[in-house]
């Protein structure tokens, strides 16, 4: 029998919000029920500027219709039924594809007063609210709830308690009240239903605290790494490694595996294999059994709600964003004796991973570009985190190495939109009788005999020049110096050059090379087109050369009376191919008249090869 549908009436066009900038298309990602029933969430990839709902009420049965323009679902469609409550089914599907229409349906019986759902925007989440409606599937009950074992890993949203909030831009864009009440659902629902909420007004910005659980229902391998998708927000624990086989284990608290997927095992790559398993009633566990597990890392999505298992080299060459965020504050403050905190706020969800090594965090932000490493280091006010150093990632994105103890606890909090990232860093004082018996200088290289000494230019190529002064005449005396001063303490000193010669980049490698160099110094004068530009750089490239340019930077740039410029990771052909551990260092800018200057008295030669031989001494631990 052919059922009559009959359009009862259009009952609105919602122009939610009245921004017309964003032409871009929404990707829809998921579809997020919470626990206080009251609440359906679609979850886009990026924040939700700009949209137009159309919504239609329809009969046999009663359902309400809400079409999306200008988005994607990227998800196949999907259809919940919901057993005893008012709302027996919810269907999301991609409508239309020309022009794009993402269509959420909503199936319910009589006594649901659709004239009381409400659409709001929060971030990169549409939202439809109703009005103490139940959800009484179980599943979806198991997301987006309140459980102490989850306290490393809940999120935040700051919820300002003035009449408005504001975005990146400053844009006001949702009334507190509406946004309160969406995040209260969120909390522990007895909680909510035992007290009315009072809001207290306060001159500081409210920090709910929110915590989810997961749904993993889908393993997908990708070029040998595995996307580990669900609903909800996934969060995992610290990883660790067991042997015979090596494995690398994630547990993943308040996680709910998919029966279809449970112990499955997929193919990473030859003798490599992933699996997910329900671990205990509340969490899963992730076992990958690999010969390679130092080289895996969890990358959180723009919604948390995947995590891309990725190992280091097979993840090159993988597009991992569609868009870019910047970084538009961030700060690190010391919070008390033992502890740091480091914050981030992005201007875009951000895609990350935290991995954690014996001496190391890493942070990598792989959407993430503008980053100004000068405004950061100027807003690091911890003496620890100032210790942080930071490289590019491949394409785009920023990895940020902060340097820990063994004994250092990570904390780490992202924000529900993910855009916002904390860190703590917490290091316990260490007990008085580890620091007593002071432990013998060690020597870190104790077999380095040979240094290199490489004056930049020479012959043909002059280098920079000003005023009639040749970068390669000051490179080659600076040069000397340096080999004077390393012979007196012992070392065999082999210098590239010793006259004005010509010597290709590939010849001074080969020399170094032939000459079993132990070490690399390559002496450069810098310029730029405008005369402002001035001060004192070290560059290295090879991760071998990172400490011994560290050493000889922190010298010379206390050495010389000049601005530092900082320590930078550059692909300069000598440092880059030649094997051992290697440094160029501009010594300063020949375009700066001031600087010129002083670069040509012996005062200043004299004193940059000692600053470069006393961070050679200190490297080797001879100092
Ligand atoms: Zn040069």
Redesign the pocket.
């Known amino acids: 029998m052919l059922k009559k549908l009959i359009l009862i009436f259009f009952i609105l066009i919602i122009n939610l919000f009245n921004f017309v900038s964003a032409e871009e298309v929404l990707k829809i990602n998921s579809i997020n029920f919470d626990n206080s029933d009251n609440m359906i969430f679609l979850t886009a990839a990026s924040k939700v500027m700009y949209i137009n709902v159309k919504s239609m009420k329809l009969s046999n049965p009663n359902r309400i219709s809400f079409d999306i323009e200008n988005a994607i679902l990227t998800k196949p469609n999907s259809s919940w039924s919901l057993k005893n409550s008012d709302i027996t089914q919810v269907k999301l599907s991609q409508f239309t594809t020309n022009p794009n229409v993402v269509r959420l349906v909503i199936t319910y019986n009589k006594n649901f007063n659709v004239n009381k759902l409400k659409l709001y925007r929060i971030d990169n989440n549409i939202v439809f609210a109703y009005d103490k409606k139940t959800f009484n599937n179980k599943f979806l009950s198991t997301i987006y709830d309140d459980e102490k074992s989850t306290n490393n890993y809940y999120e935040y949203t700051t919820i300002s308690e003035d009449a408005k909030t504001t975005n990146a831009n400053g844009e006001a864009y949702i009334k507190t009240p509406e946004a309160i009440a969406v995040q209260n659902a969120f909390n522990n629902k007895n909680e909510l239903v035992k007290k009315t909420p009072t809001y207290v007004q306060t001159s500081k910005p409210k920090v709910q605290k929110l915590k989810s659980k997961f749904y993993v229902n889908r393993i997908d391998v990708k070029r040998g790494n595995a996307l580990i998708r669900g609903i909800g927000t996934i969060a995992i624990e610290s990883p660790f490694v067991i042997s015979n086989p090596t494995r690398l284990v994630f547990d993943m608290p308040n996680t709910y595996v998919a029966q279809e997927i449970r112990n499955k095992e997929y193919v990473l790559g030859e003798n490599e294999t992933i699996k997910i398993g329900q671990f205990e009633p509340t969490k899963a566990r992730i076992v990958v059994t690999s010969e390679d597990v130092e080289k895996f890392r969890p990358i959180y999505s723009y919604d948390s709600q995947s995590i891309f298992l990725a190992h280091d080299d097979r993840i090159l060459g993988m597009k991992l964003y569609d868009r870019t965020s910047a970084i538009y504050t961030y700060s690190a403050k010391k919070v008390n004796d033992t502890t740091d905190a480091l914050h981030f706020v992005f201007t875009e969800p951000i895609i990350h991973s935290i991995k954690k090594f014996s001496n190391r965090l890493e942070i990598n932000l792989y959407n993430s570009s503008g980053f100004d490493h000068e405004a950061y280091k100027r807003n690091l006010n911890s003496e620890f985190l100032a210790k942080l150093r930071t490289d590019k990632l491949p394409y785009v994105g920023i990895k940020i190495i902060v340097p820990i103890k063994k004994t250092t606890n990570i904390n780490y909090q992202q924000s529900f939109d993910n855009k916002q990232l904390k860190v703590i860093f917490e290091t316990p004082k260490e007990a008085e009788i580890k620091t007593s018996p002071a432990p013998a200088i060690i020597k870190k290289n104790p077999n380095v005999k040979t240094i290199i000494i490489d004056a ?2 020479g012959g043909s190529d002059v ?2 020049t000003r005023e009639g002064i040749y ?1 390669k005449d000051l ?1 080659l005396d600076m040069s000397k110096r340096l080999a004077t001063i390393l012979k007196k303490k012992g070392f065999d000193v082999e210098m590239v050059r010793t006259n004005d010669t010509y010597v290709s980049l590939q010849d001074r490698v080969l020399f170094t090379e032939k000459n079993k160099g132990d070490l690399f110094v390559s002496i ?3 310029s730029s087109v405008t005369p402002e530009g001035n001060g004192l750089e070290t560059h290295y490239y090879t991760p071998q050369s990172y400490d011994f340019a560290q050493a000889v930077h922190k010298e010379f740039a206390s050495a010389i009376n000049a601005k530092d410029r900082g320590l930078f990771k550059s692909k300069f052909y000598v440092i880059n191919h030649t094997t051992c551990p290697s440094i160029l260092v ?1 010594t300063g800018f020949i375009s700066n008249p001031e600087e010129r200057k002083e670069l040509m008295t012996s005062e200043r030669k004299q004193k940059t090869a000692e600053a470069i031989a006393k961070g050679i001494l200190k490297y080797l631990g001879k100092d």
């Open positions: 930049g230019h280098g920079a970068e490179t450069h004068v810098n501009e």
